[in-house]
């Protein structure tokens, strides 16, 4: 492999954990690695000013990483792959060589409870569309990190997860070194079963959970949430959050939250007629039991962040 371009839309860490660890190993192989935030101001609006319009040759590799969400995949990474465009063929005249990765949110050692579903299909029949060739796909399963309604599992269940997704994470950027690809299974029954999930969580789901996110009084207003927010979802009004219905719900703000303020509150669309700007934070006492104050439980282990 001469090049390896990584394309990661990442929310608590997982997706950007496996793009770096793989990035990591590859360029001990001696192939040049790039490495690529998938964002709403990072959607390429032309050829010229996107990573793809850069020369490929034969023996590159793009690899598109996500998490899944309600068996899909993210409503950001499907519009990312839309505004691509035609890809121009290799010089040899072959396809330009795509890998799609997703992680999954497991919360058992003991057996595997989360499933990509339809994910992989989606960003393959994308990417097809446009002129790329899938060599090789594949899902991990890392711990469960979204935490507004699972509380994060300890770390001995932690550590145990990881044992098995790091084996295989080394066996895949061995065969990526190599040429041996791999492509995971999607079978029509599970394709035709996840469908409605992912339709109602990027039409309904999201946007709902957007309007339960709030910042308590422990909110200092230092804007890291807004500045961070990969869909472009939260303003500040003031010096408070406010959340979109551009809201992706990949919990990328409570992660960074360094006062660990927000939070997921059932008091926000009772509230939502009222000025935004007159709003007062939600007290922590008010919040969903369901969902308790972050403040007072740890949050989800990061395995990799954005800079």
Not at 102 to 124: K, P, V
Not at 214 to 238: K, T, V
Not at 254 to 279: D, G, H, T, Y
């Amino acid at each position: 492999m001469k090049q390896a371009r990584f394309h990661v839309f990442s929310g608590t860490g997982n997706s950007l954990h496996l793009a770096r660890t793989l990035a990591a190993r590859l360029t001990k192989g001696e192939s040049e690695v790039e490495l690529h935030e998938v964002e709403h101001r990072a959607r390429p609006q032309g050829r010229t000013r996107s990573p793809y319009g850069a020369i490929r040759e034969s023996g590159d590799l793009d690899l598109f990483l996500f998490p899944v969400y309600a068996m899909s995949a993210p409503r950001i990474m499907l519009r990312y792959l839309r505004a691509l465009g035609p890809v121009a063929p290799l010089p040899d005249g072959s396809k330009p060589r795509a890998v799609v990765l997703s992680t999954n949110g497991r919360i058992s050692a003991r057996f595997r409870d989360g499933h990509e579903g339809q994910a992989l299909a989606q960003a393959e029949r994308s990417l097809t569309r446009r002129g790329w060739e899938v060599v090789h796909r594949d899902t991990f399963d890392y711990p469960q990190s979204i935490t507004t309604l699972i509380t994060p599992q300890d770390e001995e269940r932690r550590r145990a997860i990881m044992a098995l997704v790091e084996p295989r994470i080394e066996v895949t950027a061995t065969a990526l070194e190599n040429g041996r690809f791999f492509k995971r299974p999607c079978r029509l029954p599970i394709l035709l079963f996840s469908w409605p999930f992912g339709w109602l969580y990027r039409i309904f789901g999201r946007r709902v959970w957007a309007m339960l996110f709030a910042a308590d009084g422990n909110c200092d207003g230092c804007g890291l949430c807004a500045r961070r927010c990969p869909a472009g979802a939260i303003r500040m009004i003031g010096k408070r959050p406010a959340w979109s219905y551009a809201c992706e719900g990949c919990e990328r703000c409570i992660n960074l939250c360094p006062k660990r303020a927000i939070q997921a509150s059932f008091v926000r669309p009772s509230s939502c007629s009222e000025s935004s700007s007159q709003r007062p934070p939600v007290p922590s006492s008010l919040c969903s039991p369901v969902c308790s104050p972050l403040s007072r439980r740890p949050r989800s282990r990061q395995f990799g962040r954005f800079s």
